[in-house]
């Protein structure tokens, strides 16, 4: 029974902060990729950050310099943090975990940029 718990989503102004969490069990989670996604309604998910097993991290273009990903392998748990958030990066984020063909998705949490 694996299990993605994500929390820290709510609302922010524009130039606002945010930070993510995604609490992770059922898997051995240091051997996993993570990454959060996000889906903006009428669009299709996006890949918005990724931290592999092996230490790699990578980043969509729109967040890269602002997002920063990271991963405690002591408390099963990945990290987003959002700075200099914009309008446009309203949507569901959701936590991801994969290994092969092992992979499993957490229920979302909404993020709403708004003055």
């Given at each position: 029974q694996v299990q993605l718990v994500e929390s820290?989503?709510?609302?922010v102004q524009p130039g606002g902060s945010l930070r993510l969490s995604c609490a992770a069990s059922g898997i051995i989670f240091s051997i996993y990729d993570m990454g959060w996604y996000r889906q903006a309604p009428g669009k299709m998910r996006e890949l918005?950050?990724?931290?592999?097993?092996?230490?790699?991290?990578?980043?969509?273009?729109?967040?890269?310099?602002?997002?920063?990903?990271?991963?405690?392998?002591?408390?099963?748990?990945?990290?987003?943090?959002?700075?200099s958030l914009?309008?446009?990066?309203?949507?569901?984020?959701?936590?991801?975990?994969?290994?092969?063909?092992?992979?499993?998705?957490?229920?979302g949490t909404q993020v709403t940029v708004s003055s």
């Open positions: 820290g989503g709510g609302l918005v950050a990724a931290f592999t097993r092996g230490g790699i991290t990578n980043y969509a273009a729109s967040v890269k310099g602002r997002f920063t990903i990271s991963r405690d392998n002591t408390k099963n748990t990945v990290f987003l943090q959002m700075n914009k309008p446009e990066d309203t949507a569901v984020y959701y936590c991801n975990a994969r290994r092969y063909e092992l992979t499993a998705w957490g229920q």
